[in-house]
């Protein structure tokens, strides 16, 4: 993994709250355009609708946030490297975001798993289209819609292999969590890499065939009303076995999850994460 | 008012058929005896070895012409077609089981022949429509029930039966067409890829059911223990069945397989062949219909039922293409209704009227915080209009140019389509809407504003002992994406009727219908004598005989309600996918109007009597005496 992050000092605008999320998305820069940036924050209250997305987290410990190149067999895609402050070696994570990019309710879950210690890589599959920052929310799922399956999947694997090598985590503790477009990598990925140590996957597609090559524990994450998704838990937890389990949110479609959606709901979010630790920390 | 554009089509592109049909009419002697109000067409069907064959469909089309004209044989395996105009006539003879018989036939005399000797044939699958493939499928395991039932629950809400198996695969060729078929996406019906996530049922079954058809339909040998139905004898083969092709306004060549060949197998409805869907018929001969497939001409049409002329009229829509409908009704001033979509994207549905005598159109709009209006429509007997609505039922009325809204008790199910699918206004101006998939049928009273409901049972599957726990609890969380839009123990309740005091509504996975009684609600569900068909759209008509459409069993079904009698009409062409059907009162004889949407036809039958068919076989016998 190449670190050319820096710090990055925040603007006046940004610290006042006036600027757009999309804007300071763009600062952050992960379209990898060079100028590559850290932030660091520090658990101020106007940064947490930002990157914090679960309210009621006053106790985060500080995380490291910094713009990384991964490497691939044809180049360098971004992503974002989180790492909690202090040293030691720490369990990894890698977490792959849904169809409208890497974007900043992502950067903040990615945070959210960082400040529970982990150290957390989300990479930017929408880098070969020139980087997450640069679209919007319909272009980016335009974006992702058009990108290769099997390429994003040696993307993930490519970002495995980068946090395998941080000398900051513990290699035989790479889990990755995934959602909804993320899930089917999350699953490909472990078709490919029996060491991964576990996946949690939040309302996604189970790939048709492979899953007999799997290895590692899955936990999925399913809303009752998105029946499509969610009638498939039967079938993967057939094929999967004991390394399936998962929990259906009564009466919730995926939106249940993601703050500011008409369909949020605190409680089960907080349900979801509370799981989602637990299986990781299992 | 919108804009309308009138595009005409009628035959110009037959110009050249119908000049060489016209130059034989001129050239060929015509009789003076001719029949009244034209010649007579008649012959008889036996088979190769001499067995004389009743029940067979004999079927007529002048060259040139795009209506086709068919009869059935009598048990003497006689036929006789009502009175036709001269001309050169392709005749053939049809019936499952046997190679088709052709004929040609100049008919420039009084009263013509044409005997068909029909030829069996080994392999007559094709020739099948859903039902008999349903029955040909065995049911002596609980794995073969239980897999004919997950075959029937998920792959026929989309297909009929009969075009699924017309083909063998192997294991492997029906797997990776259920894998395409599960990752179709909805309403679009686009291949998905690996990202969108499968109809969960076909995931789950999808090695077993490839298994199963494999075993069906594959390399070897099958247990389908395949039979034809009964041909219709009595009643049913002394009707008369007149076909009209409705060229796609968009593509006139499709469907390229309109369904009266049988040996070519039941048609694809793929590539734009279906449009047309409902349809009336008015005081002036023509047939009225609507389209439901996007269209650059056509929002709704006309035919002439004599000349066969078909008229379309185009209200613009967004996207250059022409806003389109599905359902049409007729009020009790022969008023037609029917629905359109919405202006603009996101806007309400919208209630069209059309004037058959002026062909004045008209929209109305339901106001902003009501429901748009939906799939179906249907006049009450208090001059009212009612639309199905994603909440319930809406109700305009005409006079007063307001639309009433009507809330389902039963709307939030956390499984199950929640809007309404059918409706019907019955005699008092209450309207009843079906929950298709929540087995409840709805109904509001436009005077009260009151709304109840009736909650019809579950149905028994022909495999409740076969399913595990896991599968049940598989369709429990699939919920409508079974993908039937249903869970296998629905009834299905589609489009009803209300006559005098009863509401019917034709069950479309019961194979049953609802008799309700609209003032108590009290039920009883009449079986139907044809089983996996799909009743669908049920009308009745001035005798109080309850007609209803098998979507794909090529047949309609008459129901005497005093006598419990049911009548089957099999319909002459194969593969229709039958949906919508309005009965006519032509001057004291009733006509039922049916649309195949799968062959771009509209069907129009009417019924002989003994009587009429024995005076038209003694004026045969009368005119060829005098030859």
Redesign the interface.
Known sequence: MQDESKSLELPESFLRHRMQRREILRMVALAGTGAAAALVFDGNSWARPLLSPQSGQDTQPNVDIQTVQIPTDDGNISGALMKPTGAGKLPGLLMVHA?RGLNNLFLGFARKLAADGFVVLAPDLLSRAGGSAKFNFAQAGRET?QLD?DSTVADVKASYNSLAKDSGVDAQKISAVGFG?GV?RVFMLAQEVPSLHRAVVFF?????DGLDKIRTPFFEH?A??D?????????TE?VLGKNFSYY?YP?TNQQFFYEGTPGYNADAAALAWKKTFEFLRS | MSIVRRNRIGLAALGVLAFSALAMIIIQPSRSQAAPNGMLLTGLVTSTSGEKMGGVVVSAQAEGKLIITSVYTDDQGRYYFPAMDAGSYNVWAQAVGYETGRGQVNLNGAVRSQNFSMKSMPDFLKQLSQDRIAAALPEDTPEHRKMKDVFENNCTSCHPMNFLLQNRFDKDGWSSAI?LM?RLTLPDMNFG?????????F??Y?DELAAYLAEMRGPGTSPMRISPRARPSGEAAMAVVTEYDIPSPDRPDLPANRGQDWSLGTPSSMNGARGIHDVILDNFGNAWFTQSEPSVIRSYGKINLKTGEVTNYTVPGPNGLAVHGHAMTRDQDGILWFNLQPAAPGGPGRLARVDPATAKLDIYTPPKGMAGVGGDVSADGKGGVWAATETGGIRFDPKTQKFQDFKSLTLNS??GMQGSYGIAGDQDGNGWWTQISLDIIGKGDSYTGEVSEVKLPKRASRADDAYTA??R???E?????APRFTAPDTQAPRRPAADGDILWAPDYFGDNVAKIDIHTLKYTLIPIPVKDGGPYKLAVDKNHDVWITLVDADTILKYDPPTQKWTAFTLPSIGGGLRHLSTFDNQGTVQVAICETRTGKIAVLQERTKRELQALQAQVQQLSAEK
């Not at chain 1, 029946?227 to 079938?235: E, H, L, Q």
């Open positions: 169809d819609a399956p477009w089917w996604g597609t189970t790939p048709a399913y009752q009303l029946f499509r998704v969610t009638g498939n838990a039967i079938w057939k259906v009466k | 894998y599960s890829g690996v990202d969108y996530p499968p109809f969960p049922a995931q789950y999808r956390p499984i896991e599968e609890k598989m369709y969380l699939a919920g409508t994406n």
